[in-house]
């Protein structure tokens, strides 16, 4: 599926915005530069840059450019950005291992009951993964997204290997909040196996409903963390 050019572009900008290469207050290249970077018309530039104003992210002023705004997300793998942004940012090779899927599923863990009792979709997307930062396994992910006009979610590969990316290149999907709980449990043999720990060894469980700009799509997340090596948290 061809990605519109200036949503590229859009994600370009926002990824350095979140990541911070872009600071509050600082100016986004010239509409000049950004043609001549994306070989991209004016009007499909003024397009990136206007999608950006209305998510917040920037402010454009006539004879002065496009101005980063205060950035809505903070770093950390308690934040809402996605694993792909917070570790690319960061100055450590992350790696992401799919497990299983995409495939087609229903959510009938217990767990995500008290989360579902608004949802209307019966039917979701599934994937599993496991997150390694340094060749150190640290996050096991299991998560749903509801099947509803995902065409070739199943059968194409992730943008970039980012699902958040994926979902707002392809589909127009931007994830923009987050519900989570945390809790410490004792690995069971699975799930020990995988983050290599010993059986009942502690770890950290996330429970998160993500909201996104579409009205009543929300995506699931069950998240196993080894914290042994590398502790989490809320900023970068």
């Avoid at 990541?19 to 994306?38: I, K, M, R, T, Y």
């Avoid at 579902?116 to 299991?142: A, C, D, G, I, N």
């Amino acid at each position: 599926m061809k990605i519109p050019l200036y949503r590229q572009i859009q994600a370009h900008l926002k990824e350095k915005i979140t990541s911070g290469q872009f600071v509050e207050g600082s100016l986004l290249p010239s509409e000049n530069d950004l043609c001549a970077e994306f070989s991209a018309t004016r009007m499909t530039v003024r397009q990136a840059l206007n999608e950006l104003v209305k998510e917040g992210y920037i402010t454009r002023q006539h004879g002065k450019g496009s101005i980063v705004s205060a950035n809505r997300k903070s770093l950390g793998l308690l934040s809402l950005k996605g694993w792909t942004e917070v570790v690319g940012a960061s100055d450590r090779h992350g790696n992401t291992t799919i497990l299983e899927g995409p495939v087609l599923h229903t959510i009938t863990e217990p767990i995500f009951k008290h989360l579902l009792h608004q949802e209307f979709h019966t039917e979701f997307v599934f994937l599993k993964r496991l997150r390694s930062v340094e060749e150190f396994p640290m996050m096991l992910e299991e998560t749903y997204i509801p099947n509803e006009n995902l065409s070739g979610l199943t059968d194409e590969p992730l943008v970039d290997g980012s699902l958040f990316r994926t979902l707002f290149m392809r589909y127009q999907i931007d994830v923009n909040s987050m519900q989570q709980e945390v809790r410490a449990i004792a690995a069971s043999k699975e799930i020990a196996s995988l983050l290599k720990i010993k059986a009942k060894s502690p770890v950290l469980q996330i429970l998160r409903r993500y909201g996104t700009s579409k009205e009543g799509f929300y995506l699931y997340s069950l998240i196993y963390c080894n914290t042994e090596k590398y502790a989490i948290s809320s900023f970068n």
